[in-house]
Nanobody, 115 residues
Framework: QVYLVESGGGLVQAGGSLRLSCRTSGINFSISRMAWYRQAPGKQRDLVAV???????NYTDSVKGRFTISRDNARATVYLQMNSLKLEDTADYYC?????????WGRGTQVTVSS
């Protein structure tokens, strides 16, 4: 079975930092594209960042220069380093991958940015 388990969320003041982790099992992580999404209350789930198996990355414009996605193939884990957090970054953050044509999601980790 495929499992994606996020951790690292919490309450942080604006301008602060958090590092999210997503540990995976049941997939060949080293060849998998991994992504982070977020969903704010009452809004749709949006893509935040993607990292390909070759390490290339893409970010939504609102987080460019502040967030960094990375991966550790030995640990089958993808990370999202979030710096200079803003109030509008408050959301549930989800890890996602597609494996054997099926999309998998973690249960999410909550990030709350306070003023």
């Amino acid at each position: 079975q495929v499992y994606l388990v996020e951790s690292g969320g919490g309450l942080v003041q604006a301008g602060g930092s958090l590092r999210l982790s997503c540990r995976t099992s049941g997939i060949n992580f080293s060849i998998s594209r991994m992504a982070w999404y977020r969903q704010a209350p009452g809004k749709q789930r949006d893509l935040v960042a993607v990292i390909s198996n070759d390490g290339s990355t893409n970010y939504t414009d609102s987080v460019k220069g502040r967030f960094t996605i990375s991966r550790d193939n030995a640990r089958a884990t993808v990370y999202l380093q979030m710096n200079s957090l803003k109030l509008e970054d408050t959301a549930d953050y989800y890890c996602e991958t597609t494996w054997k044509a099926l999309k998998y999601w973690g249960r999410g980790t909550q990030v709350t940015v306070s003023s």
